[in-house]
């Protein structure tokens, strides 16, 4: 069964700090797909990053980055210099390529940025 | 390319009476799908369909529940006699069909119930 963990329900760093959000997954398939969206406080989900189960290379999207490690089933993400802007809840999802893509969200966490 | 587009963005009703939600996908996207966030916690998928074909159903949707996407483009969802537990908010999204693509949120439908 596919199960998506989000063992941070709040995060609270101040501007400029580096955070990382931390996401462990379940799945018996051997394709899948991972993705990060976020949630500003405007509510609309926004997709950030997605990945496939046989990409393992680590991802750098400005001030965005991705670790992929499939041996601990595990996809975080990091912020590098945070900034207010970040504040917002961060789900991590994932979609089996058997489950008809369907995609299971973790619970998110949710970033408090202070100035 | 405007989005996703839901409405109503709220929707107060008493308990016991029907409910109908719109969504707009993308135009040139061919899936789409409708999830249930409650607070706190991440979407829950429902359902999900390609063109008008409704491919899956989540264990979560009850027989209260229908959704429907009779000409591949928009979708409605109807929720029969509501009831407490049903207030949430309700997500449409959307993604083109070349395997497993992200996927475009609208901004939600807000049910309360009262």
């Known amino acids: 069964a596919q199960k998506v963990t989000q063992a941070q329900t709040e995060i609270s760093v101040v501007e400029k700090e580096d955070v990382t959000l931390d996401c462990v997954y379940e799945?018996?398939?051997?394709?899948?797909?991972l993705f990060w969206y976020k949630q500003p406080p405007s509510g609309e989900l926004v997709f950030l990053i997605r990945?496939?189960?046989?990409?393992?290379q680590n991802e750098i999207s400005g001030r965005y980055s991705w670790n992929f490690q499939k041996s601990t089933s595990s996809f975080n993400f990091t912020i590098t210099a945070s900034q207010v802007v970040d504040s917002a809840v961060y789900f991590c999802?994932?979609?089996?390529?058997?489950?008809?893509?369907?995609?299971?969200f973790g619970a998110g966490t949710r970033l408090f940025v202070k100035a | 390319d405007t989005g996703v587009s839901q409405d109503p963005r709220h929707k107060i009703t008493k308990r016991g009476q029907n409910v109908t939600f719109r969504c707009d996908p993308i135009?040139?996207?061919?899936?789409l799908y409708w999830y249930r966030q409650t607070l706190g916690q991440g979407p829950e998928f429902l359902t999900y369909?390609?063109?008008?074909?409704?491919?899956?159903k989540s264990r979560l949707l009850s027989d209260r529940f229908s959704a429907e996407r009779p000409k591949g483009s928009f979708s409605t969802l109807e929720i029969q006699r509501t009831e407490q537990g049903d207030s949430a908010m309700y997500l449409c999204?959307?993604?083109?069909?070349?395997?497993?693509?992200?996927?475009?949120f609208g901004d939600g439908t807000r049910l309360s119930i009262l």
């Open positions: 999204a959307s993604s083109d069909d070349r395997g497993n693509q992200p996927q475009h």
């Open positions: 799945t018996r398939d051997t394709t899948y797909y």
């Open positions: 990945r496939n189960s046989f990409d393992e």
């Open positions: 999802a994932l979609s089996e390529d058997t489950g008809g893509f369907k995609t299971i």
């Open positions: 135009s040139e996207h061919n899936r």
């Open positions: 369909f390609q063109n008008e074909a409704q491919l899956e």
